[in-house]
Structures are given as C-alpha cells and as structure tokens.
C-alpha cells in the first residue's frame, strides 16, 4: 500500500474503492449470467450452461439481444442504459485489472492496452483515471447495475414488466451519463470544448 500510495499518487480511500469495485464488478458479471438463464428460460442444472466462458462483453450483447424483443418502451429503454453503462464499467474494470499503472508525475492512473514501443494493438488503448471521486462515482453507476440484476434474479414479476426495474430510467440514465464522461475522460480532457 505504501508503493502505490508514494510512487502511484493514490490514497488509502482510493485504493479501497478500487477494491470495492473490483469486487461489485464480480457480482455483476455473476448475477448478468444469472439473469440471461431467466430471461432466455435456460436451466442451467447438472449441464454446462451456454454462458459458461464466455466473455462479459459478449454476455452485455447477449443481453440486449435476448431481451430486444420483450415487450415495452420502458423495458427497451433500461436495457439500452444497462447495457451502455456496463460496457463503460467493464473497459474501466479492465483498464484496472490488466493495465499498467502510471505513476503520479505523468498525472497516474491505469492504461490497457498502450503502445510504447510501436506496437500494433487489436484493441485500442483505454485509460482509466483513479482518484477517490472518480472510482466512486464508478462505484455508484455499478450499484445501479446491480439493482436492477439483482431484480431480474430474483423478483417474481417478470423483468419487462417489473415496475421496480421499469422505475429505475432516470438514476440509470445518471449512472450511464457518469460511467462514460468518467471511461473517455482523456479524449474529453483533450476535446477543444471541454
């Protein structure tokens, strides 16, 4: 911890949002699996399920695509938020997870994906910013994903008529709004109107 906070420019709080993160993140990704079994029906129960191994951005489409055809604006709306919101989280999360910590004289932070040497990349770089503000802001738009997870788990209505899924547009469209200023911020930063 002492590494991180001299050479890395980052708190003790930052650091323990960054793990509090990684860990909401694992729940998400579990309860995301679990909710694609309800909403395509598939049981799961002494077989290999078909979302087994599968990598959480391609899970993300999945779940758009099996629940594009469920009934309701407002249901087409939430998925639309989640589904934005996670692909954001989950570039940030990898962006932590597997990236390179900078250090705090080039202004910190974790970068996936850099080419340094010249090297050719299949995807390009992501950069996530870490500071107290910003991982808990991260934090904050990952706890709206789970409420609405966790709803589609274990709710007995079913997801695209669940009003306590339906009635969670507006903080979603919040989180989904934060989760993408917060993953482009160095394209915003160097944006000529920000």
């Known amino acids: 911890m002492l590494r991180l ?6 708190s003790r709080a ?25 909403l395509t029906g598939e049981n799961p129960n002494g077989v290999r399920p078909s979302t087994d191994a599968v990598p959480v951005t391609a899970l993300i489409s999945r779940f ?4 594009s055809g469920a009934a309701g604006d407002d249901w087409r709306m939430v998925v639309d938020l989640i589904c934005e919101t996670a692909g954001c989280l989950a570039e ?38 870490l500071d107290e503000n910003l991982v808990g802001s991260m934090l904050d738009a990952l706890q709206e994903l789970l409420i609405c997870m966790q709803a589609i788990v ?4 079913p997801p695209f008529s669940n009003p ?14 934060l989760a993408g200023e917060i993953r482009h911020l160095t394209a915003l930063m160097n944006h000529e109107k920000y």
Do not use: C
């Open 14 to 38: 930052t650091l323990e949002r960054i793990g509090a993160f990684i860990v909401m993140w694992a729940l998400f990704e579990n309860q995301l699996e679990t909710a694609l079994w309800r």
């Open 164 to 177: 306590r899924i339906l009635e969670r547009q507006q903080p979603l469209r919040r989180a989904r709004s």
């Open 92 to 129: 940030y999360r990898n962006a932590i997870a597997h990236g390179q910590l900078l250090p705090a004289s080039v202004g910190g932070g974790s970068i996936l994906n850099a080419r340094w040497h010249g090297e050719q990349r299949k995807r390009e770089p992501v950069t996530a910013h």
């Open 5 to 10: 906070e001299k050479h890395y420019g980052m």
């Open 154 to 157: 274990f709710d007995d209505a």
């Open 64 to 67: 758009r695509e099996e629940t």
